[in-house]
């Protein structure tokens, strides 16, 4: 997309708004699959936790991919959207074993990461398969709070805890058919998911009945220029060549899974917001937007970075802007960027909004929660409208309390 098809998306769906280009969401997911080409069975499970609109968990049906979920909601959502259960992974963290028992009742394959349930899972349900989740003990992933493979993380079985697991499996009968890591997101060293794959495929050699193989996720994506990037083609031609031999010594044709949420949403969406205020300070000039980290939180939770662009004024001159947000805290985000010159009514459009924003996203100060739009052959559908005060009122209860004051 480009300055003008935002503007006229800001224009026709008012701000702020996300808008989403079906095109690149096609084109990374295509891309995968040319990655992995050599591979006989290969499954993508699009990280529904990324962005989890319906439209754009269709969008993901019609491409052939299966979904990863964690929670029996984003289930739901996958069903509704008309996923196969069988396409359908749940990996959750932390959850009751009554979730875990009702996502396996809708068909869906589970995913265990702890060895308590995991022996409970397998006592009542012998006959419903599981794969497990492995932690390898990899420190990978751009940022300590998305970085979940190593040692002291909460995800995951421990390697060194197999024999445990191994014991569970076969004293409650239960049938493990998969194995799966997710080491953390960001990932720039293809050397390290390779060095966690390996610690993988020993694991896998351990159980007898598998059917496939989860590699996870964690493939970085670029958010400026000259930002480097997994080399996706590089991964899938080194990854392939190793699976298949590891096929070929385990006896069997496995399939290989991934599960990405970045690399295939975050470049398609931008967030569109506008220009309230221009204030200059004795430091700084603020370009203030009709939004805050209740829509997009992700500068502030985590640091990311988002490319800004003034696209109402695109040739304008570059100057020094902090373009912050309108919650009454600290919601910078982006500090001493250079943009093209600002006026107040202008549109900024924020880059790589697909994943972990509208998704993140939340009614803090009583706002309204953003539209969202599928941009697709320069025509816009709106996937979600935007909020309105009965949204905010819906399921809250006035309750007036007869309180006894004293005069
Ligand atoms: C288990 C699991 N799989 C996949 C993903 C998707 O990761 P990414 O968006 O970095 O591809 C995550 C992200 O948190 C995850 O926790």
Known sequence: MNAQDLVAVAQEHGSPVYVYDAQRIISQYERLESAFAKAKNLRIHYAVKALSNISILKLFKQLGAGLDTVSVQEVKLGLAAGVDPKKIIYTPNGVSLEEIEQVAALGVQINIDNLSILEQFGSKHPDVPVCVRINPHVMAGGNANISVGHIDSKFGISIHQIPHLLRIVKNTGMRVNGIHMHTGSDILDIGVFLYASEILFETAAKFDDLEFIDFGSGFKVPYKEGD????????????????????????????????????????????????????????????????????????????????????????????????????????????????????????????????????????????YRPAEILWYNGESHVIRKRETMDDILRNQVEVSLSIEQEV
């Open 228 to 367: 480097v990037s997994t080399d996706i083609e590089e991964l899938g031609e080194q990854l392939t060549e190793r699976f298949n031999t590891f096929c070929k010594e385990y006896g069997k044709d496995l399939t290989i899974a991934f599960e990405p949420g970045k690399f295939l949403v975050s470049e398609s969406g931008y967030f569109l917001t506008k220009v309230n205020v221009v204030k200059q300070t004795t430091s700084t000039v603020f370009a203030g937007v009709d939004s805050g980290f209740n829509h997009l939180i992700r500068p502030m939770l985590y640091g990311s970075y988002h490319k800004i662009e003034n696209v109402s004024n695109p040739d304008g001159r570059k100057r020094y802007y902090s373009v912050v947000g309108y919650i009454c805290e600290t919601d910078t985000f982006g500090n001493n960027r250079q943009i093209a010159e600002v006026t107040e009514g202008d549109i900024l459009a924020f880059s790589n909004a697909g994943a972990y924003c509208f998704s993140m996203a939340s009614n803090y100060n009583s706002r």
